[in-house]
Protein backbone atom coordinates (compact mmCIF):
# COMPACT_ATOMS: atom_id res chain seq x y z
CA UNK A 1 0.00 0.00 0.00
CA UNK A 2 3.14 2.41 1.01
CA UNK A 3 5.29 1.10 -1.93
CA UNK A 4 6.98 4.35 -3.26
CA UNK A 5 7.47 2.48 -6.63
CA UNK A 6 3.73 1.51 -6.70
CA UNK A 7 2.47 5.01 -6.30
CA UNK A 8 5.61 6.12 -9.00
CA UNK A 9 3.83 3.65 -11.62
CA UNK A 10 0.01 5.08 -10.56
CA UNK A 11 1.22 8.79 -11.17
CA UNK A 12 2.98 7.99 -14.50
CA UNK A 13 -0.26 6.07 -15.37
CA UNK A 14 -2.18 9.19 -14.60
CA UNK A 15 0.16 11.43 -16.32
CA UNK A 16 -0.01 9.59 -19.52
CA UNK A 17 -3.81 9.84 -19.79
CA UNK A 18 -4.06 13.24 -18.32
CA UNK A 19 -7.33 14.58 -20.34
CA UNK A 20 -9.19 11.47 -20.08
CA UNK A 21 -7.76 11.27 -16.18
CA UNK A 22 -9.33 14.75 -15.15
CA UNK A 23 -12.91 14.19 -17.34
CA UNK A 24 -13.38 11.72 -15.10
CA UNK A 25 -12.41 13.11 -12.35
CA UNK A 26 -13.67 16.15 -12.22
CA UNK A 27 -16.80 14.56 -12.30
CA UNK A 28 -16.40 13.43 -8.32
CA UNK A 29 -14.87 16.77 -8.10
CA UNK A 30 -18.21 18.11 -8.91
CA UNK A 31 -20.30 15.65 -7.03
CA UNK A 32 -18.40 15.91 -3.90
CA UNK A 33 -18.56 20.42 -4.63
CA UNK A 34 -22.22 19.93 -4.79
CA UNK A 35 -22.63 17.58 -1.52
CA UNK A 36 -20.53 20.05 0.54
CA UNK A 37 -21.90 23.17 -0.21
CA UNK A 38 -25.66 22.04 0.07
CA UNK A 39 -24.61 20.43 3.50
CA UNK A 40 -22.84 24.14 4.55
CA UNK A 41 -25.77 25.79 3.55
CA UNK A 42 -28.37 23.17 5.01
CA UNK A 43 -26.39 24.34 8.05
CA UNK A 44 -26.54 27.81 8.04
CA UNK A 45 -30.50 28.01 7.12
CA UNK A 46 -31.08 25.97 10.26
CA UNK A 47 -28.94 28.34 12.08
CA UNK A 48 -31.01 31.10 10.30
CA UNK A 49 -34.05 29.77 11.48
CA UNK A 50 -32.96 29.38 15.41
CA UNK A 51 -31.46 32.90 15.20
CA UNK A 52 -35.48 34.29 13.88
CA UNK A 53 -37.67 32.05 15.43
CA UNK A 54 -35.71 30.56 18.69
CA UNK A 55 -34.07 33.61 19.85
CA UNK A 56 -33.85 33.91 23.81
CA UNK A 57 -36.93 35.72 24.04
CA UNK A 58 -39.23 33.75 21.98
CA UNK A 59 -37.88 30.65 24.58
CA UNK A 60 -41.68 30.87 26.12
CA UNK A 61 -44.64 28.90 26.56
CA UNK A 62 -47.91 30.10 25.28
CA UNK A 63 -51.33 29.28 26.31
CA UNK A 64 -54.91 29.97 24.10
CA UNK A 65 -58.34 28.89 24.62
CA UNK A 66 -61.08 28.01 21.24
CA UNK A 67 -64.09 26.24 21.02
CA UNK A 68 -63.91 22.69 22.02
CA UNK A 69 -64.35 20.02 20.13
CA UNK A 70 -65.38 17.10 21.81
CA UNK A 71 -68.26 16.31 24.03
CA UNK A 72 -66.76 15.90 28.13
CA UNK A 73 -68.68 15.09 31.52
CA UNK A 74 -71.90 16.06 30.41
CA UNK A 75 -71.30 19.54 28.83
CA UNK A 76 -71.57 19.62 24.90
CA UNK A 77 -68.81 20.84 22.16
CA UNK A 78 -68.35 23.80 20.58
CA UNK A 79 -68.53 25.38 23.95
CA UNK A 80 -65.52 28.47 23.85
CA UNK A 81 -63.22 27.96 27.21
CA UNK A 82 -62.62 32.04 28.54
CA UNK A 83 -59.33 32.14 30.59
CA UNK A 84 -59.93 34.29 34.01
CA UNK A 85 -58.62 35.89 36.42
CA UNK A 86 -58.39 32.94 39.23
CA UNK A 87 -56.72 31.10 35.96
CA UNK A 88 -53.56 33.42 36.50
CA UNK A 89 -53.54 33.12 40.04
CA UNK A 90 -53.75 29.26 39.34
CA UNK A 91 -50.23 29.14 37.02
CA UNK A 92 -48.22 31.34 39.40
CA UNK A 93 -48.92 28.57 41.84
CA UNK A 94 -48.59 25.83 40.04
CA UNK A 95 -45.35 26.89 38.01
CA UNK A 96 -43.94 28.76 41.29
CA UNK A 97 -40.41 27.14 41.22
CA UNK A 98 -40.00 26.50 36.95
CA UNK A 99 -41.49 29.72 35.68
CA UNK A 100 -39.55 32.95 35.72
CA UNK A 101 -42.90 34.81 35.02
CA UNK A 102 -46.16 33.84 33.82
CA UNK A 103 -47.69 36.85 32.10
CA UNK A 104 -50.64 37.63 31.40
CA UNK A 105 -52.99 39.59 28.40
CA UNK A 106 -56.21 40.83 27.47
CA UNK A 107 -56.54 43.16 24.48
CA UNK A 108 -59.08 45.20 22.54
CA UNK A 109 -58.76 47.91 20.03
CA UNK A 110 -59.61 51.63 21.37
CA UNK A 111 -60.00 54.97 20.12
CA UNK A 112 -57.34 56.84 21.45
CA UNK A 113 -57.54 60.93 21.38
CA UNK A 114 -55.73 63.75 22.67
CA UNK A 115 -57.58 67.05 21.56
CA UNK A 116 -57.90 66.97 18.28
CA UNK A 117 -55.16 63.97 17.59
CA UNK A 118 -56.67 60.71 17.59
CA UNK A 119 -56.13 57.42 16.17
CA UNK A 120 -57.17 52.93 17.13
CA UNK A 121 -54.82 51.31 18.82
CA UNK A 122 -54.04 48.07 20.80
CA UNK A 123 -54.51 48.70 24.02
CA UNK A 124 -53.08 45.42 26.73
CA UNK A 125 -53.78 44.79 30.01
CA UNK A 126 -50.76 43.43 31.42
CA UNK A 127 -48.38 43.15 34.58
CA UNK A 128 -44.77 45.04 35.52
CA UNK A 129 -43.27 42.17 34.17
CA UNK A 130 -44.55 42.59 30.57
CA UNK A 131 -41.79 45.50 30.21
CA UNK A 132 -38.12 42.48 30.97
CA UNK A 133 -40.57 40.03 28.79
CA UNK A 134 -40.69 41.91 26.00
CA UNK A 135 -37.30 43.45 26.38
CA UNK A 136 -39.21 46.97 25.89
CA UNK A 137 -36.92 50.27 25.93
CA UNK A 138 -38.00 53.13 27.94
CA UNK A 139 -37.46 56.19 26.32
CA UNK A 140 -38.69 58.79 28.53
CA UNK A 141 -41.14 58.54 32.08
CA UNK A 142 -40.79 54.31 33.39
CA UNK A 143 -42.95 51.40 32.92
CA UNK A 144 -46.04 50.05 35.12
CA UNK A 145 -45.09 48.86 38.47
CA UNK A 146 -46.79 46.84 40.86
CA UNK A 147 -48.02 49.64 42.56
CA UNK A 148 -50.18 50.49 39.21
CA UNK A 149 -52.15 46.98 39.49
CA UNK A 150 -52.56 46.92 43.49
CA UNK A 151 -53.83 50.46 43.62
CA UNK A 152 -55.68 50.05 40.05
CA UNK A 153 -53.91 53.35 38.51
CA UNK A 154 -55.49 54.71 35.41
CA UNK A 155 -52.15 55.36 34.22
CA UNK A 156 -50.76 54.00 30.76
CA UNK A 157 -47.31 53.46 28.87
CA UNK A 158 -47.79 54.37 25.24
CA UNK A 159 -45.58 53.40 22.60
CA UNK A 160 -43.06 55.99 20.36
CA UNK A 161 -45.33 56.07 17.46
CA UNK A 162 -48.36 56.37 19.48
CA UNK A 163 -46.76 59.76 21.09
CA UNK A 164 -45.42 60.38 17.34
CA UNK A 165 -49.07 60.36 16.59
CA UNK A 166 -51.10 62.00 18.95
CA UNK A 167 -48.49 64.83 20.86
CA UNK A 168 -46.17 65.50 17.65
CA UNK A 169 -43.23 66.80 18.84
CA UNK A 170 -43.87 67.26 22.49
CA UNK A 171 -43.54 64.23 25.35
CA UNK A 172 -46.48 62.33 26.61
CA UNK A 173 -45.15 61.46 29.59
CA UNK A 174 -47.33 63.44 32.18
CA UNK A 175 -50.14 64.05 29.75
CA UNK A 176 -53.29 63.06 30.03
CA UNK A 177 -54.90 60.91 27.03
CA UNK A 178 -58.23 59.48 26.14
CA UNK A 179 -59.32 56.20 25.49
CA UNK A 180 -62.41 55.34 24.88
CA UNK A 181 -64.87 57.69 27.52
CA UNK A 182 -61.89 57.29 30.14
CA UNK A 183 -58.85 59.41 30.58
CA UNK A 184 -56.00 58.23 31.50
CA UNK A 185 -52.33 59.48 32.47
CA UNK A 186 -49.42 58.43 29.99
CA UNK A 187 -46.74 57.21 32.73
CA UNK A 188 -43.78 56.56 30.00
CA UNK A 189 -42.85 56.03 26.28
CA UNK A 190 -41.32 53.06 25.19
CA UNK A 191 -39.52 51.61 21.93
CA UNK A 192 -39.30 47.90 20.56
CA UNK A 193 -36.99 46.14 18.13
CA UNK A 194 -39.91 44.11 17.06
CA UNK A 195 -40.53 46.86 14.54
CA UNK A 196 -43.21 49.69 14.17
CA UNK A 197 -46.24 47.43 14.81
CA UNK A 198 -45.24 46.60 18.65
CA UNK A 199 -44.40 50.56 19.12
CA UNK A 200 -48.38 51.42 18.45
CA UNK A 201 -49.36 49.01 21.24
CA UNK A 202 -50.56 51.12 24.84
CA UNK A 203 -49.96 49.21 28.01
CA UNK A 204 -52.77 49.54 30.83
CA UNK A 205 -52.23 47.72 34.43
CA UNK A 206 -54.20 44.68 33.80
CA UNK A 207 -56.31 45.11 37.31
CA UNK A 208 -57.31 48.57 36.06
CA UNK A 209 -58.24 46.93 32.87
CA UNK A 210 -60.78 44.63 34.98
CA UNK A 211 -62.29 47.49 36.52
CA UNK A 212 -63.04 49.92 34.21
CA UNK A 213 -64.27 47.25 31.16
CA UNK A 214 -65.93 45.18 34.15
CA UNK A 215 -64.59 42.11 33.31
CA UNK A 216 -62.04 39.23 34.86
CA UNK A 217 -61.02 37.83 31.40
CA UNK A 218 -58.15 36.97 30.45
CA UNK A 219 -56.86 36.08 26.43
CA UNK A 220 -53.89 33.99 26.87
CA UNK A 221 -50.65 34.09 28.81
CA UNK A 222 -47.07 34.06 28.00
CA UNK A 223 -44.71 31.61 30.41
CA UNK A 224 -41.20 32.69 30.88
CA UNK A 225 -39.08 30.07 31.82
CA UNK A 226 -36.32 29.72 34.02
CA UNK A 227 -32.36 30.90 33.00
CA UNK A 228 -31.12 27.92 31.41
CA UNK A 229 -34.04 25.97 30.82
CA UNK A 230 -33.92 23.58 28.02
CA UNK A 231 -36.28 22.79 25.48
CA UNK A 232 -37.57 19.52 26.79
CA UNK A 233 -38.14 21.34 30.22
CA UNK A 234 -40.11 23.56 28.44
CA UNK A 235 -41.42 20.96 26.21
CA UNK A 236 -42.72 18.82 29.94
CA UNK A 237 -44.18 22.04 31.31
CA UNK A 238 -46.09 22.75 28.08
CA UNK A 239 -47.87 19.49 28.41
CA UNK A 240 -48.28 20.00 32.11
CA UNK A 241 -50.51 23.13 31.98
CA UNK A 242 -52.74 22.21 29.32
CA UNK A 243 -53.45 19.13 31.16
CA UNK A 244 -54.05 20.97 34.34
CA UNK A 245 -56.26 23.49 32.53
CA UNK A 246 -58.32 21.05 30.81
CA UNK A 247 -58.82 19.21 34.15
CA UNK A 248 -59.53 22.77 35.85
CA UNK A 249 -62.17 23.77 32.76
CA UNK A 250 -63.50 20.18 31.84
CA UNK A 251 -62.16 19.61 28.76
CA UNK A 252 -61.97 16.54 27.17
CA UNK A 253 -57.92 15.28 27.44
CA UNK A 254 -58.39 14.31 23.74
CA UNK A 255 -59.78 17.48 22.28
CA UNK A 256 -57.48 19.38 20.74
CA UNK A 257 -58.42 22.63 20.79
CA UNK A 258 -60.11 23.54 24.38
CA UNK A 259 -56.93 24.52 25.61
CA UNK A 260 -53.32 24.53 24.03
CA UNK A 261 -50.17 25.28 25.30
CA UNK A 262 -47.32 25.82 22.71
CA UNK A 263 -43.67 25.51 23.16
CA UNK A 264 -40.74 26.14 20.91
CA UNK A 265 -40.36 22.13 20.38
CA UNK A 266 -42.91 21.96 18.27
CA UNK A 267 -41.58 24.42 15.95
CA UNK A 268 -38.40 22.66 16.13
CA UNK A 269 -39.84 19.23 15.49
CA UNK A 270 -41.35 20.53 12.30
CA UNK A 271 -37.93 22.27 11.60
CA UNK A 272 -35.91 19.07 11.99
CA UNK A 273 -37.96 17.18 9.97
CA UNK A 274 -37.70 19.58 7.46
CA UNK A 275 -33.96 19.22 7.56
CA UNK A 276 -34.08 15.93 7.88
CA UNK A 277 -35.85 15.46 4.53
CA UNK A 278 -33.73 18.08 3.00
CA UNK A 279 -30.62 15.92 4.13
CA UNK A 280 -31.76 12.96 2.68
CA UNK A 281 -32.47 15.05 -1.02
CA UNK A 282 -28.99 16.20 -0.62
CA UNK A 283 -27.23 12.66 -0.05
CA UNK A 284 -29.53 11.62 -3.57
CA UNK A 285 -27.90 14.85 -5.43
CA UNK A 286 -24.55 14.35 -3.97
CA UNK A 287 -24.71 10.36 -4.66
CA UNK A 288 -26.71 10.55 -8.17
CA UNK A 289 -23.31 12.70 -9.02
CA UNK A 290 -20.91 10.34 -7.37
CA UNK A 291 -22.32 7.13 -9.25
CA UNK A 292 -21.67 8.99 -12.66
CA UNK A 293 -18.19 9.85 -11.32
CA UNK A 294 -17.77 6.49 -10.53
CA UNK A 295 -18.87 5.09 -13.87
CA UNK A 296 -16.29 7.37 -15.66
CA UNK A 297 -13.23 6.31 -13.37
CA UNK A 298 -14.62 2.46 -13.68
CA UNK A 299 -14.58 3.00 -17.50
CA UNK A 300 -11.07 4.97 -17.46
CA UNK A 301 -9.73 1.97 -15.63
CA UNK A 302 -11.27 -0.27 -18.35
CA UNK A 303 -9.42 1.70 -20.66
CA UNK A 304 -6.69 1.64 -18.89
CA UNK A 305 -6.54 -1.77 -18.10
CA UNK A 306 -7.26 -2.73 -21.93
CA UNK A 307 -4.12 -0.90 -22.73
CA UNK A 308 -2.07 -1.97 -20.54
CA UNK A 309 -3.23 -5.71 -20.86
CA UNK A 310 0.91 -6.54 -22.41
CA UNK A 311 1.87 -4.74 -19.14
CA UNK A 312 -0.27 -7.01 -16.96
CA UNK A 313 0.94 -10.32 -18.40
CA UNK A 314 4.34 -9.80 -17.94
CA UNK A 315 3.91 -8.60 -14.35
CA UNK A 316 2.04 -12.26 -14.21
CA UNK A 317 4.58 -14.14 -15.92
CA UNK A 318 7.21 -12.56 -13.27
CA UNK A 319 5.48 -14.11 -10.57
CA UNK A 320 2.84 -11.16 -9.68
CA UNK A 321 -0.53 -12.96 -7.89
CA UNK A 322 -4.06 -11.86 -8.66
CA UNK A 323 -4.27 -9.90 -5.49
CA UNK A 324 -0.89 -7.89 -6.76
CA UNK A 325 -3.20 -6.53 -9.63
CA UNK A 326 -6.70 -6.08 -8.35
CA UNK A 327 -4.58 -4.11 -5.67
CA UNK A 328 -2.42 -2.07 -8.34
CA UNK A 329 -5.96 -1.42 -10.24
CA UNK A 330 -7.53 -0.40 -7.09
CA UNK A 331 -4.98 2.34 -5.79
CA UNK A 332 -5.17 4.17 -8.86
CA UNK A 333 -8.81 4.11 -9.02
CA UNK A 334 -8.63 5.06 -5.23
CA UNK A 335 -5.61 7.79 -5.85
CA UNK A 336 -7.93 9.43 -8.62
CA UNK A 337 -10.93 9.40 -6.34
CA UNK A 338 -9.50 10.86 -3.55
CA UNK A 339 -7.29 13.21 -5.40
CA UNK A 340 -10.65 14.51 -7.28
CA UNK A 341 -12.67 14.22 -4.40
CA UNK A 342 -10.68 15.90 -1.72
CA UNK A 343 -10.64 19.01 -4.20
CA UNK A 344 -14.39 19.06 -4.79
CA UNK A 345 -14.42 18.76 -0.71
CA UNK A 346 -11.85 22.48 -0.48
CA UNK A 347 -13.56 24.29 -3.41
CA UNK A 348 -17.50 23.13 -1.28
CA UNK A 349 -15.54 24.13 2.03
CA UNK A 350 -13.84 27.85 0.66
CA UNK A 351 -17.30 28.83 -0.97
CA UNK A 352 -19.26 28.24 2.16
CA UNK A 353 -16.65 29.69 4.53
CA UNK A 354 -16.97 32.61 1.92
CA UNK A 355 -20.04 33.24 2.27
CA UNK A 356 -21.00 32.45 5.54
CA UNK A 357 -21.75 35.81 6.63
CA UNK A 358 -22.88 37.93 3.16
CA UNK A 359 -26.34 35.88 2.90
CA UNK A 360 -28.47 36.69 6.64
CA UNK A 361 -30.74 38.45 3.74
CA UNK A 362 -31.72 35.17 2.72
CA UNK A 363 -32.20 33.45 5.90
CA UNK A 364 -28.63 31.74 6.18
CA UNK A 365 -26.51 32.09 8.90
CA UNK A 366 -22.88 31.03 9.36
CA UNK A 367 -23.07 28.63 7.01
CA UNK A 368 -20.53 26.23 7.99
CA UNK A 369 -19.48 22.81 7.20
CA UNK A 370 -19.97 20.16 10.66
CA UNK A 371 -16.70 17.71 10.76
CA UNK A 372 -18.80 14.84 10.12
CA UNK A 373 -19.98 15.67 7.18
CA UNK A 374 -16.37 15.58 5.75
CA UNK A 375 -15.87 12.43 7.68
CA UNK A 376 -18.91 11.09 5.54
CA UNK A 377 -17.71 12.51 2.43
CA UNK A 378 -14.43 10.75 2.55
CA UNK A 379 -16.24 8.05 3.47
CA UNK A 380 -18.12 8.10 0.49
CA UNK A 381 -15.06 9.22 -1.34
CA UNK A 382 -13.66 5.45 -0.28
CA UNK A 383 -16.53 3.60 -0.96
CA UNK A 384 -16.50 5.39 -4.25
CA UNK A 385 -13.03 4.45 -5.28
CA UNK A 386 -13.11 0.96 -4.42
CA UNK A 387 -16.24 0.28 -6.25
CA UNK A 388 -14.72 2.32 -9.14
CA UNK A 389 -11.72 0.41 -9.57
CA UNK A 390 -13.20 -3.04 -8.28
CA UNK A 391 -14.64 -4.47 -12.03
CA UNK A 392 -11.29 -3.25 -13.99
CA UNK A 393 -9.13 -4.96 -11.44
CA UNK A 394 -11.13 -8.30 -11.14
CA UNK A 395 -11.17 -7.97 -14.94
CA UNK A 396 -7.51 -7.49 -15.03
CA UNK A 397 -6.74 -10.25 -12.06
CA UNK A 398 -8.36 -12.58 -14.93
CA UNK A 399 -5.88 -11.32 -17.61
CA UNK A 400 -4.01 -14.97 -18.64
CA UNK A 401 -0.16 -14.08 -19.13
CA UNK A 402 -0.02 -15.95 -22.63
CA UNK A 403 -2.49 -14.15 -24.33
CA UNK A 404 -1.48 -10.93 -22.54
CA UNK A 405 2.02 -10.97 -24.31
CA UNK A 406 0.36 -12.41 -27.88
CA UNK A 407 -2.21 -9.47 -27.96
CA UNK A 408 -1.60 -6.10 -29.86
Known amino acids: MFDIDRWAEIWASIRSNKLRTFLSGATIALALFVFITLFGLSKGLQNGFEEQFLPPNMMTIEVYTNYTTLPYKGKQPNRYIQLKKSDYQFLQELLKDRIEIVLP ?75 GNTLYKVVGVYSSEEGDDKERYIYLPINTYHV ?38 SVSPDDTRGVRAYDPKDALDSTNMFFYVFTIIVLVIGIGSLISGMVSIANMMVFSVKERTKEIGIRKALGATPFNIISLILQEALAITFLFGFIGIFMGMLLTYSVKDSLQDYMIYNATVESSRIVLAAIILLISGLLAGFIPARKAAKIKPIEALNSN
Open 212 to 249: IYGTQNIDNFTLYPLPNSSLDELHDIAQEVEKELKIKH
Open 105 to 179: HISQMVSARNFSEFGNYNLIGTTSKEKKASDLKIISGRFLDPLDNQSIEKNVVIGRLVEKDLFKNKSAVGENIQL
